[in-house]
T-cell receptor
């Protein structure tokens, strides 16, 4: 089955600086890669996702890059703000191209701390 | 707006009890999922369902079963609860394939049920 590794487990950055979280996956058939943000005591919320036919995707201060050859993808947050403090999870799945629904395999999470 | 609800936010049960966790979504989603979340381990897939009465094992199905009698409802069952099943349980759903304007793979999560087994 799929295995997703996520690094670092904790990341502390100064407010206004950039943050990068990296993930690797093992199954070359995976083609859907979402990122979720989870604030303390709340449910995970999708913040951005990317498919294998795209190398990069941006949404305001957030971007995700995907390298299918190397089987890794990264989350980039620029101009970090206090409200970016949360736990971030990467995930991978076959997506619908697998012929039906597929569950997500998650990384273990990164606790992002924005220092004022 | 997608709404996924879970029957309880907190639940305390005793070892050996049969436990039902309920999840309901109101967006006519075909696919529903159960995950458990543990500190340092992330979220792990227990079971999922892509249609009424259909179910598929996830990565950690041992000790669990599921039921999907209606499209909007997906239940997780612990036949005989054990202390190592103390965890946060999260339900999720995703839209049917071909839905215009959104990712058909996007999973929307419920608020979670924190289960403690004593």
């Amino acid at each position: 089955g799929e295995n997703v590794e996520q690094h670092p487990s904790t990341l502390s950055v100064q407010e206004g600086d950039s943050a990068v979280i990296k993930c690797t996956y093992s199954d070359s058939a995976s083609n859907y890669f979402p990122w979720y943000k989870q604030e303390l005591g709340k449910r995970p919320q999708l913040i951005i996702d990317i498919r294998s036919n795209v190398g990069e995707k941006k949404d305001q201060r957030i971007a995700v890059t995907l390298n299918k050859t190397a089987k890794h993808f990264s989350l980039h947050i620029t101009e970090t703000q206090p409200e970016d403090s949360a736990v971030y999870f990467c995930a991978a799945s076959l997506g619908y191209s697998g012929g039906g629904a597929d569950g997500l395999t998650f990384g273990k999470g990164t606790h992002l701390i924005i220092q004022p | 707006d997608v709404k996924v609800t879970q029957s309880s936010r907190y639940l305390v049960k005793r070892t050996g009890e049969k436990v039902f966790l309920e999840c309901v979504q109101d967006m006519d989603h075909e696919n529903m999922f159960w995950y458990r979340q543990d500190p340092g381990l992330g979220l792990r897939l227990i079971y999922f369902s892509y249609d009424v009465k259909m179910k598929e094992k996830g990565d950690i199905p041992e000790g669990y079963s599921v039921s999907r009698e209606k499209k909007e409802r997906f239940s997780l069952i612990l036949e005989s609860a054990s202390t190592n099943q103390t965890s946060m349980y999260l339900c999720a759903s995703s839209p049917p394939s071909g839905l215009a304007g959104g990712s058909t793979d996007t999973q929307y999560f419920g608020p979670g049920t924190r289960l403690t087994v004593l």
